[in-house]
């Protein structure tokens, strides 16, 4: 299985763990991932570590949509991966939600699901550089000849020679977007998968498999969910302190009537919960909402506690339908044992 390293977005400060990334490029991990919300941007950090990495995948989980036009997306991917000496960069893209969407980029929400379509058409058309840039899409169109257009916009193909091989990854959760992700994309960041959700996906999957047609199959589809991994002797305080995380994803990441997250947590199989979660979250009730947030949800989608119960517990992740993990991780110990469960270096178990 393969193993990604997950850095995030920023706190208030900006500042990058070059030593673990290093350290898990040693270990053979095979990508180190960035994100964005509404501070550090996803790309930035990427253009600095493929300056002081060699060989690991460079990927966004995720760029937002909103953020930057499709055409800016291929060029930034297209940028990074050349400086890093091509075939590293993946770029992850995915939607994020109404309330950053609207109120963070000033973007219509629009319909998602024919945006992402459109967007990641638009990606690769840049990226292959066969014409001038064209798309009559239902959510983009370009040229653009809307509201306040000129009508003198030209057809252009990319200056830069671009990797036309960049893959393109999805972040998506709903089942008509998990389809398309399936069809359209080269793999897929799913949102709070864990061990035994495969019954649920595989269906959408095979549906956008086939509607992709050419013989496109599951083995042409790299499936990576986020993992957090602690090594451990005390389980409950561990588990505690991914709650805040929990409760401000699924309390307060969106709107009331569209939160994402909370339907995940319901798809999961804890709905009351999720429902709790949110009313406390929204009633300014944080401390409420942290608390109510089940032990059992959060160990679930986590690798927690001594090496030999993160070793048990990794077996159903090798059966889980992913083909790789993305691990939130920060115990050198925790990068080594991860590298020698899934065999990422000699020794390895």
């Given at each position: 299985?393969?193993?990604?390293?997950?850095?995030?977005?920023?706190?208030?400060?900006?500042?990058?763990?070059?030593?673990?990334?290093?350290?898990?490029?040693?270990?053979?991990?095979?990508?180190?991932?960035?994100?964005e919300a509404y501070g550090s941007d996803a790309t930035s950090p990427l253009a600095y570590l493929a300056a002081v990495t060699e060989?690991?995948?460079?990927?966004?989980?995720?760029?937002?949509?909103?953020?930057?036009?499709?055409?800016?997306?291929?060029?930034?991917?297209?940028t990074i991966d050349a400086l890093a000496g091509g075939d590293r960069f993946i770029a992850g893209?995915?939607?994020?939600?109404p309330q950053i969407v609207e109120g963070w980029y000033g973007e219509p929400w629009g319909r998602p699901y024919w945006r992402i379509r459109d967007y990641v058409?638009?990606?690769?058309?840049?990226?292959?550089?066969?014409?001038?840039?064209?798309h009559e899409g239902r959510e983009i169109s370009l040229p653009y000849?809307?509201?306040?257009?000129?009508?003198?916009?030209?057809?252009?193909?990319?200056?830069?020679?671009?990797?036309?091989r960049i893959p393109i990854w999805l972040g998506t959760g709903t089942e008509s977007n998990v389809k398309m992700t399936a069809e359209i994309a080269d793999g897929w960041l799913p949102l709070s998968f864990v061990p035994g959700m495969m019954d649920l996906y595989r269906p959408?999957?095979?549906?956008?498999?086939?509607?992709a047609g050419g013989g496109k199959s599951l083995a042409d589809l790299e499936i990576q969910p986020m993992v957090s991994v602690v090594v451990t002797d005390r389980i409950e305080e561990?588990?505690?302190?991914?709650?805040?995380?929990?409760?401000l994803y699924v309390g307060g990441m969106g709107h009331k009537n569209k939160n994402f997250h909370k339907d995940m947590m319901v798809r999961r199989g804890f709905g009351d919960a999720a429902e709790r979660i949110q009313e406390l979250y929204l009633a300014g009730r944080k401390g409420e909402a942290i608390a109510a947030v089940p032990d059992e949800f959060c160990d679930e989608g986590a690798l927690i506690g001594p090496a030999q119960r993160i070793r048990e517990r990794y077996r159903s992740w090798e059966g889980s339908g992913a083909t790789g993990l993305t691990l939130v991780c920060h115990q050198p110990e925790a990068l080594e044992l991860m590298a020698d469960l899934a065999g990422t270096r000699e020794g390895g178990a």
């Open positions: 299985m393969k193993l990604g390293l997950m850095l995030g977005y920023s706190g208030a400060e900006m500042s990058l763990p070059v030593d673990q990334v290093r350290r898990a490029e040693a270990l053979g991990f095979d990508s180190v991932w960035t994100a060989r690991v995948r460079l990927g966004t989980a995720i760029m937002q949509l909103a953020g930057r036009t499709p055409a800016m997306a291929a060029m930034q991917a297209a893209v995915g939607v994020s939600g058409q638009i990606m690769r058309k840049v990226l292959a550089r066969e014409e001038g840039l064209v000849r809307g509201e306040g257009a000129m009508g003198v916009g030209k057809p252009l193909k990319s200056i830069l020679h671009m990797n036309p959408w999957l095979e549906e956008g498999l086939r509607r561990a588990i505690a302190r991914l709650k805040p995380g929990v409760a």
